[in-house]
């Protein structure tokens, strides 16, 4: 299936069962859904369709373009529960919440 089919392409699937009958062509992965692959598709493609009205930026998903919004933006949704500082991205938030935790995810190796 070619990425610029995935759209029109509608084959018959079961949602219930979560069969997954939609295969990528370069592995051996397949998705329930058409969308599902067509956006795994542009991993292999380059295929970035989705592009920021201010920088002009392109990605491959709208999530990402969401986020990257926000640089333009300063919007920061995301907020520590304990002293209140606000963050534009989760993994931000999460990365700050050590700093109250003390947790210290990482080991060294060397």
Known sequence: MSIQNCFVTKMAHNLQ???KLFE???FNKKFAQTDDLCVHLR???GDKPFECTVCSK???QTGDLRKHLRTHTGDKPFECTVCSKKFAQTGSLRRHLRTHTGD???ECIV
């Open 17 to 19: 069962n979560a069969e």
């Open 43 to 45: 991993m292999h493609t």
């Open 104 to 106: 210290k995810p990482f």
């Open 24 to 26: 990528c062509s370069f």
């Open 58 to 60: 392109k990605f491959a």
